[in-house]
């Protein structure tokens, strides 16, 4: 099966201005999860989401959004970015089934706010 | 939310040597994933733990969990230059309804020097 894809893998933004990040799930995961990851924080979960419902969110401002498609795709998006946003935004698949709960991880998506 | 510590945050080894990375938390934990994510990727599952106790092993690797369920450990075995990364542990927190959440430590960055 083909991994967890995220695009785009590189980003530079500006103060101010919106970004749209997409993640594909591993085929047949139904539950989706974003992180941000920063030197400083570390890995923060940012929200979760299992057919189109966002069933769990982190402590992040309103400013971070996502959703999930039917064919269980998702985005996410960041409102009026600020330079703290810098960081690699990673996605996560899960496909639920056992027990098992692992996460499959995406390569990230670098956003650099300027 | 519920916090884990984890320590060392670095640990520098001769090539050869053994490596302990320990994660502690001050509640009970249902269960608790360890991920390795290598210097410019992004993390990769390692294990899950679920029982009081459990003692897993992958070659060189042997995870524990702790007989109260509050402490973890991941230790590895005559270290190896592909041994670099930084170890993760994640408590997975069911809180019902079908909502989870991974909750990562800071994580230990292992370097192995040859």
């Given at each position: 099966?083909?991994g967890v894809t995220q695009t785009p893998r590189y980003l530079i933004k500006t103060r101010?201005q919106q970004v749209t990040l997409s993640c594909s799930?591993?085929?047949?995961?139904?539950?989706?999860?974003w992180y941000q990851q920063t030197p400083?924080?570390?890995?923060?979960?940012?929200?979760?989401?299992?057919?189109?419902?966002?069933?769990?969110?982190?402590?992040?401002?309103?400013?971070?959004?996502?959703?999930?498609?039917?064919?269980?795709?998702?985005e996410m998006n960041v409102?009026?970015l600020?330079l703290g946003d810098s960081a690699l935004y990673l996605c996560?698949?899960?496909?639920?089934?056992?027990?098992?709960?692992?996460?499959?991880f995406g390569p990230g998506t670098r956003l650099t706010v300027t | 939310?519920?916090?884990?510590?984890?320590?060392?945050?670095?640990?520098?080894?001769?090539?050869?040597?053994?490596?302990?990375?320990?994660?502690?938390?001050?509640?009970?934990?249902?269960?608790?994933?360890?991920?390795?994510q290598r210097p410019g990727g992004h993390?990769?599952?390692?294990?899950?733990?679920?029982?009081?106790?459990?003692?897993?092993?992958?070659?060189?690797?042997?995870?524990?969990?702790?007989?109260?369920?509050?402490?973890?450990?991941?230790?590895?075995?005559?270290?190896?230059?592909?041994?670099?990364?930084?170890?993760?542990?994640?408590?997975?927190?069911?809180?019902?309804?079908?909502?989870?959440?991974?909750?990562?430590?800071?994580?230990?960055?292992?370097?192995?020097?040859?």
């Open positions: 099966k083909a101010g799930p591993i085929s047949g995961h139904r539950s989706v999860s400083g924080q570390g890995l923060q979960f940012l929200f979760e989401y299992f057919s189109e419902t966002q069933r769990n969110k982190g402590n992040f401002p309103g400013r971070f959004s996502g959703r999930q498609f039917s064919n269980s795709r998702s409102s009026t600020e996560a698949s899960s496909s639920e089934t056992g027990g098992r709960y692992e996460q499959y | 939310g519920q916090q884990v510590m984890q320590i060392p945050q670095y640990q520098h080894v001769q090539e050869g040597e053994d490596f302990t990375t320990y994660c502690n938390s001050s509640t009970t934990l249902s269960n608790i994933q360890w991920y390795k993390p990769v599952f390692l294990i899950q733990l679920v029982k009081s106790g459990e003692v897993k092993k992958q070659k060189r690797l042997t995870f524990q969990f702790g007989e109260a369920k509050k402490n973890s450990s991941l230790h590895i075995t005559a270290t190896q230059t592909t041994d670099v990364g930084t170890y993760f542990c994640a408590p997975f927190l069911y809180s019902g309804a079908g909502s989870y959440q991974l909750t990562f430590g800071k994580g230990t960055k292992l370097s192995v020097i040859p």
